[in-house]
């Protein structure tokens, strides 16, 4: 079982849309969790954190954490073509470094 | 701030050469980190660092080597090269405001090939 998984997609959402994108981990001691965009040939980008259950708001992006069903998500509302990317979740258990998931390749359609 | 900066940015290597990728940082972070990214994939740990003279492995560090003597600079080497180290080679590095919230910043990458 891989320690971080993701769908890779595409996840096709028309402009305007709710974009949501799921991860699950399988390490209950994971503490921190994080949601990366990446573009093609770019490097990751930190747009998202969260540490405790529950929704946490940042403009149009919502992080959702579940501890007991091991699952973190991403809602991004009023999807844009420029949300166009791929988006890495990655979870920190301990003092190690991040492991991230495979990532969910997201197409938003004008 | 530049933030996290790495050198070259491209490079083709033919099979057993060596080489360093270079990273520095001017954040004053302690915490500095090498993934590789293979095409469509996530990104796997190859060495970090919680500090100057401290260095572990990750999960895939065979065929690499790293140093930490400065708090700014992250070297990782490459002593033989092999077509199984084409990738792209992000350096990372994080604050140390509590383990919880521990981001990693990433530097632009270096695209590497080796044939």
């Known amino acids: 079982q891989k320690e971080v998984e993701q769908n890779s997609g595409p996840l096709s959402v028309p402009e305007g849309a709710i974009a949501s994108l799921n991860c699950t981990y399988s390490d209950r001691g994971s503490q921190s969790f994080f949601w990366y965009r990446q573009y093609s040939g770019k490097s990751p980008e930190l747009i998202m954190s969260i540490y405790s259950n529950g929704d946490k708001e940042d403009g149009r992006f919502t992080a959702q954490l579940n501890k007991a069903s091991q699952y973190v998500s991403l809602l991004i509302r009023d999807s844009q073509p420029s949300d166009s990317a791929t988006y890495l979740c990655a979870v920190r258990t301990g003092r190690r470094a991040l492991t991230f998931g495979s990532g969910t390749r997201l197409q938003v359609q004008p | 701030n530049a933030g996290v900066t790495q050198t070259p940015k491209f490079r083709i290597l033919k099979i057993g050469q060596s080489m360093t990728l270079q990273c520095t940082q001017d954040?004053?972070?302690?915490?500095m980190y090498w993934y590789r990214q293979d095409p469509g994939m996530g990104l796997k740990l190859i060495y970090y660092s919680v500090g100057a003279g401290i260095t572990d492995k990750g999960e895939v560090p065979n065929g690499y080597n790293v140093s930490r003597s400065t708090t700014e600079d992250f070297p990782l080497r490459l002593e033989l090269a092999a077509p199984s180290q084409t990738s792209v080679y992000f350096c990372a590095s994080s604050n140390t405001s509590g383990v919880l919230k521990r981001e990693q910043f990433f530097g632009p990458g270096t695209r590497l090939t080796v044939l």
């Open positions: 954040m004053n972070h302690n915490y």
